[in-house]
């Protein structure tokens, strides 16, 4: 843009001309409001460029304040910078008809396919919402086991059998008892963890803790 309005200038080109809206071209570069519209508006007002629309607007005031603040050398220091990397030979790119047509049957494809991705989405996200309702049952499921685990283990420890034999055995005795009975029932939580485990990934129904840990009992016996 820098390059074209200084071309244009050079050649005498009106910088007062105005649209059918009285816009000139003074405006068009405040309105742009980046940097390099502000060199391109310092150019046009150079050459003799003066505000259409914005004359004696706040707006108006407001952009040429901003403009202001940019120097005239950075604005020639820019322009020599881009003829010298041969920017001024760079001619541009016009799109052929064909490629247009090309680019509008791509964005109607894209269009016939939004109902069809929509509904993939939004079947996607059932499917996640089901699984993460699945996971939940599953986490209670395993909890409640874990309750009943824990009651049945606290009934075994506080049985009156095992507080009799308790009464009947010296120190030393009630002191073994009480380590081997923690290792019973570390082993029987790992066995009964593991069958939980198990079960999850074949796919099966869990055991009760109730028959799991009878059934656990008579295996030890029977060994």
């Not at 910088?15 to 071209?25: A, E, K, Y």
């Not at 629309?53 to 040429?64: A, H, P, R, W, Y």
């Not at 198990?198 to 008579?218: I, M, N, V």
Request: charged fraction near 25%; glycine fraction near 6%.
């Amino acid at each position: 843009r820098i390059l074209a309005v200084s071309y244009l200038l050079s050649i005498s080109a009106d910088p007062n001309c105005t649209d059918r809206w009285g816009g000139t071209p003074m405006d068009d570069a405040l309105r742009g409001a980046t940097r390099y519209h502000f060199f391109c508006a310092k150019l046009i007002q150079a050459a003799g460029g003066n505000l259409g629309t914005l004359k004696n607007t706040q707006e108006g005031s407001d952009l040429l304040e901003e403009m202001q603040q940019i120097e005239m050398r950075d604005v020639r220091q820019k322009v020599a910078y881009l003829i010298k990397h041969g920017y001024n030979h760079h001619k541009p790119t016009v799109v052929s008809q064909q490629h247009v047509l090309n680019l509008r049957r791509a964005n109607l494809r894209v269009l016939a396919q939004t109902p069809e991705l929509l509904n993939t989405t939004l079947a996607t996200d059932h499917l996640v919402q089901t699984n993460v309702g699945l996971m939940h049952e599953a986490g209670d499921k395993v909890a409640a086991e874990l309750r009943l685990l824990g009651d049945s283990l606290k009934d075994m420890l506080d049985s009156e059998e095992s507080r009799s034999l308790n009464r009947s055995l010296n120190i030393e005795q009630r002191v073994w008892q009480k380590q081997v009975a923690k290792l019973a029932v570390h082993q029987m939580v790992q066995a009964y963890l593991t069958h939980l485990e198990s079960t999850q990934q074949a796919g099966h129904d869990w055991q009760p803790p109730e028959t799991f840990f009878r059934d656990w009992k008579a295996e030890r016996e029977n060994k």
